[in-house]
């Protein structure tokens, strides 16, 4: 088993940034692949970032290229998500992820097995 627990997020002014990380515990070493998602209200949960735990290769959401950053630290198994330039429309729960089937950055959600408990990012206009 592997947990997931988030920190960061809360309220900002569109163009600010904020910092989610999520630190991995348990059996680390059995997961390939980590993501954040996101879920805004009335809508279903939608890819932002991930990160292969191997070679670090990135893929991002095209509404988050270029403002968002996604990197992990191997030796404290935690997952950071820089966020920069927020807007209004990126307010939602964000969700870090850890896949146990991929070792390549997916974008699919039910490529991953064990979710974070959600962290609220709000961003006023």
């Known amino acids: 088993q592997v947990q997931l627990v988030q920190s960061g997020g809360g309220m900002v002014q569109a163009g600010g940034s904020l910092r989610l990380s999520c630190a991995a515990s348990?059996?680390?070493?059995?997961?390939?692949?980590m993501g954040w998602f996101r879920q805004a209200p009335g809508k279903e949960r939608e890819f932002v970032a991930a990160i292969s735990w191997s070679d670090g290769s990135t893929a991002y959401a095209d509404s988050v290229k270029g403002r968002f950053t996604i990197s992990r630290d191997n030796a404290k198994n935690t997952l950071n998500l820089q966020m920069n330039s927020l807007k209004p429309e990126d307010t939602a729960v964000y969700y870090c992820?850890?896949?146990?089937?991929?070792?390549?950055?997916?974008?699919?959600?039910?490529?991953?097995?064990?979710w974070g408990q959600g962290t609220q990012v709000t961003v006023s206009s």
């Open positions: 992820a850890a896949s146990r089937i991929r070792n390549v950055p997916d974008s699919r959600r039910d490529m991953y097995d064990y």
């Open positions: 348990g059996r680390t070493s059995s997961y390939y692949a």
